[in-house]
Nanobody, 115 residues
Framework: QVQLVESGGGLVQPGGSLRLSCVAS????????MFWYRQAPGKERELVAD????????NYADSVKGRFTISRDNAKNTVYLQMNSLKPEDTAVYYC????????WGQGTQVTVSS
């Protein structure tokens, strides 16, 4: 069965960095685009970044452009989200999602940016 397992979240001070990982299993990872979303308390889930199956094209939400970088390692079935210059408003649960006709989501990892 398809599984997406996120890790790497935690508590970080403003201006700090974190790298999230999402390890995929149960499907041919290299064939699918991958997405990172986040959901802050009381807010709707929003798309943060996405990457094509081969990793050649990426897109970012305006709020994270220049600070976050999405990447993937198809040999390791893993998609990453490098987050730099973190702000308190980046606090949220971060989820990865597999693209394609059927949605699959991970369980999420909490990122808290606070001094």
């Amino acid at each position: 069965q398809v599984q997406l397992v996120e890790s790497g979240g935690g508590l970080v001070q403003p201006g700090g960095s974190l790298r999230l990982s999402c390890v995929a299993s149960g499907f041919t990872f290299k064939n699918y685009g991958m997405f990172w979303y986040r959901q802050a308390p009381g807010k709707e889930r929003e798309l943060v970044a996405d990457i094509t199956s081969g990793g050649r094209r990426t897109n970012y939400a305006d709020s994270v452009k220049g600070r976050f970088t999405i990447s993937r390692d198809n040999a390791k079935n893993t998609v990453y989200l490098q987050m730099n210059s973190l702000k308190p408003e980046d606090t949220a649960v971060y989820y990865c999602r597999r693209g394609g006709p059927v949605d699959y989501w991970g369980q999420g990892t909490q990122v808290t940016v606070s001094s």
